[in-house]
């Protein structure tokens, strides 16, 4: 189920100007039941296509970006990101207010992103596939964004629909969390399967 963006999903400049406002609290209510915090600093974020869309109408937005070349590059940087029906795609951040203190957690962090996992209770754990972009950490610190990826196996999607709880955490050394998703949530990504 490629369900790609094309710029014929996106709306001109003048056009976004004018309905930015009520598109953006459509986005926001829709990303409130796709994000679930793990632990007090980590935070996953499901993107599925109308998220991206946002986020590739608020970079032509930002950048000014009008030409057709211009378009097709942000689609092709944000197009990877849209679930393609076999998995989930999530934006994972380490959100810490002091800068100090961000600096100090990333550097003892490095890895972190290969540790993230989602669970269909009764089921292995999934492992996140992380920053297939770019590298987003060197050997002192990782980053406080990184890109993952969860592959599901067709007896995961099965048990989901059936109705199984789902879990996700982080298994590293310096941060271990798991939480239960919560109906809202599970309902939510539940979408993005086939």
């Not at 962090?109 to 669970?119: F, K, P, T, Y």
């Not at 199984?164 to 539940?190: C, F, K, P, W």
Request: aromatic residues 10%; charged residues 30%.
């Amino acid at each position: 189920m490629m369900n790609y963006l094309t710029p014929e999903d996106l709306y001109g400049l003048e056009a976004y100007a004018k309905l930015r406002g009520d598109f953006r609290a459509k986005i926001m209510a829709h990303k409130r039941d796709r994000k679930i915090h793990v632990g007090t600093y980590a935070t996953l974020y499901f993107e599925d296509r109308l998220t991206i869309q946002y986020q590739i109408q608020e970079m032509l937005r930002i950048e000014r970006i009008f030409e057709p070349e211009g378009i097709a590059d942000e689609l092709a940087a944000y197009n990877p990101l849209i679930p393609d029906g076999n998995n989930w795609k999530a934006t994972f951040m380490m959100e810490y207010p002091d800068a100090q203190e961000r600096r100090a957690e990333l550097g003892k962090l490095i890895g972190i992103e290969d540790r993230v996992w989602v669970q269909v209770i009764g089921q292995e754990k999934v492992f996140a596939i992380a920053d297939e972009d770019l590298e987003r950490a060197d050997e002192t610190k990782t980053s406080s964004v990184h890109f993952l990826r969860f592959e599901l196996t067709p007896e995961m999607i099965a048990a989901l629909k059936a109705g199984t709880d789902l879990a996700v955490g982080i298994d590293h050394s310096h941060y271990r969390q798991a939480v239960s998703v919560n109906e809202a949530t599970r309902t939510a990504l539940m979408r993005d399967l086939d």
